[in-house]
């Protein structure tokens, strides 16, 4: 269990930089809009993270403009459904582009 938290806190690090480093290789930030981005990125992975009914090791979040983007697999509609609308109540959030999977379904 405390080697499970300092992954997942590890994870959540490197991802929030690598949103960051991607979201300027991408495109010119407006002012403060890279910052925003990361931050929205990461309340999403964390209410994500604290839902242990979620794989989210299965989950990837990326957030562009304030444009949301989810990518993965999931077991069931629910969690899928469960996601999307964590990502859609997140504040700053303009848009979510749901590209999440469900396991055994093509």
Same mark, same amino acid.
């Given at each position: 269990?405390?080697?499970?938290r300092? !992954? /997942?806190v590890?994870?959540?690090a490197? !991802?929030t930089?690598l949103? /960051?480093?991607g979201c300027a290789a991408h495109?010119k930030c407006?002012?403060n809009a890279c910052?925003?981005?990361a931050? #929205?990125?990461?309340?999403?992975?964390?209410?994500?993270?604290?839902?242990?009914a979620i794989a989210?090791w299965? #989950?990837q979040v990326?957030?562009?403009?304030?444009?949301?983007?989810?990518? +993965?697999?999931v077991?069931t509609?629910?969690?899928?459904?469960?996601?999307?609308?964590?990502?859609? &109540?997140?504040e +700053?959030?303009? &848009?979510?582009v749901?590209?999440i999977?469900?396991? +055994?379904r093509?």
């Amino acid at each position: 269990m405390f080697a499970r938290r300092h !992954l /997942l806190v590890a994870a959540l690090a490197v !991802l929030t930089l690598l949103s /960051l480093t991607g979201c300027a290789a991408h495109h010119k930030c407006e002012v403060n809009a890279c910052a925003d981005d990361a931050a #929205i990125t990461a309340k999403i992975q964390a209410a994500l993270y604290a839902n242990a009914a979620i794989a989210t090791w299965d #989950i990837q979040v990326q957030t562009i403009n304030h444009t949301v983007y989810l990518y +993965g697999l999931v077991d069931t509609n629910v969690q899928r459904a469960f996601i999307d609308e964590t990502a859609h &109540k997140t504040e +700053g959030v303009e &848009k979510v582009v749901n590209s999440i999977s469900i396991r +055994g379904r093509f």
